[in-house]
């Protein structure tokens, strides 16, 4: 277990914006669960096997009679589709990794994507350690967020409406940041373009799928220009 | 509950393994120990920064920007961010001043 206290306690402060938001998007999740009539364990089970936000916002809709499964797989499907992106830029990373490799696939959420990418790992700490707590640590923010919402959501002492801007807050962070290393400057901008047009054409619902595919399509038609500026994801 | 425990059990377990398929998809097409292609490599190192760009705007999506507010709370926080971080560069403060500035806003401001 040498190494580990090391790891979780350099990672922890990277982790706080996503302990923010998850804390609570992940009660809203909960009050929303519970309202349904879930008990709070049900929260817990659910946050510990699926792990996504949106997705399991999306899912609260599929606990009632008649709905198949079918219509369950396609629409986690469709919200979660972005995801199959994402490990993309992980490859080389992960598959240094051993068997916890199979964990940090799991957990790969948008915000644990984005740190997981962004983050140089710091002087003296094993890399495969500190990347396993910073997923570790975000998931138990979520599933604590989901307990607390399905155990006493309805009782929060204080309005926290707009809270969510956290994660909102923390991708522009991660995106200042990147626009500071020199490097990459160009897909970051194509990325925002491209899925600002998007949004417009094909509506807040549906824009997602056609933002990754006509950004990977522009990212390759301007793949000579680019590869001049190209860094490294970290 | 609306459905039976067993009903709600299999529609976490379908939810879970559907989510988890979704990540999984590239590492099983590029297996450890097999060579990833120049074309994936260069996806790899490209996509990260153009995802984060989409993430801002997809946090942003239902923003309503042709009715009351038209987008302005959101608009002078992701400002107060960006001036923020630029200025400062400290993580915490950036994302806890925007949090703060925005849920004052909606909650007192334009309400």
């Known amino acids: 277990m040498k190494g580990y206290r090391t790891a979780f306690r350099e990672a922890f402060p990277y982790t706080i914006p996503v302990l923010t938001g998850y804390l609570f998007i992940g009660i809203a999740f909960g009050v929303m669960f519970a309202e349904k009539g879930y008990s709070v364990l049900w929260a817990i089970l659910m946050s510990t096997l699926v792990y996504a936000g949106s997705g399991q916002y999306l899912a609260v809709n599929f606990f009632v009679p008649g709905f198949s499964f079918i219509q369950v ?10 995801h199959v992106f994402y490990g993309i830029s992980l490859l080389e990373k992960f598959n240094k990794l051993g068997r916890k490799r199979w964990y940090m696939i799991f957990g790969l959420t948008d915000e644990t994507y984005s740190l997981l990418c962004t983050t140089n790992i710091p002087d003296g700490v094993d890399e495969e350690k500190f990347l396993f707590a910073i997923s570790l640590l975000d998931q138990s923010y979520w599933i604590i967020g989901s307990a607390i919402g399905g155990a006493a959501g309805a009782l929060l002492p204080f309005n926290s409406e707009g809270i ?3 994660m909102t807050a923390l991708f522009i962070v991660i995106f200042v940041e990147h626009w500071f290393q020199k490097k990459n400057r160009t897909p ?6 491209v899925s600002f047009l998007a949004l417009q054409i094909f509506g807040a619902d549906k824009f997602v799928l056609p933002s990754m595919l006509i950004i ?6 301007g793949k000579k220009r ?8 970290r | 509950m609306p459905v039976s425990a ?9 939810v879970a393994v559907t989510t988890f398929a979704t990540r999984v998809v590239p590492f099983f097409v590029f297996p450890k120990g097999k060579e990833i292609p120049e074309a994936v490599q260069y996806l790899g190192k490209v996509l990260t920064p153009a995802v984060i760009g989409m993430l ?19 608009l002078i926080s992701v400002g107060a961010v960006v001036g ?18 925005y849920m004052f806003l909606i909650q007192a401001v334009f309400v």
């Open chain 1, 164 to 166: 969510d801007f956290a």
């Open chain 1, 216 to 221: 990977i399509a522009v990212l390759f038609a």
């Open chain 1, 226 to 233: 680019m590869d001049a500026e190209v860094g490294e994801c």
């Open chain 1, 188 to 193: 970051a901008v194509i990325g925002v373009a």
């Open chain 1, 73 to 82: 797989m396609f629409l986690t499907l469709m919200v979660n589709i972005r």
């Open chain 2, 6 to 14: 067993g009903t709600s059990f299999l529609i976490i377990i379908v």
């Open chain 2, 84 to 101: 923020l971080h630029v200025w400062k560069r400290n993580n915490l403060l950036s994302i806890g001043v925007g949090t703060v500035l």
């Open chain 2, 56 to 74: 801002v705007v997809y946090c942003l999506k239902n923003t309503p920007v042709m009715s009351r507010p038209y987008g302005i709370p959101e």
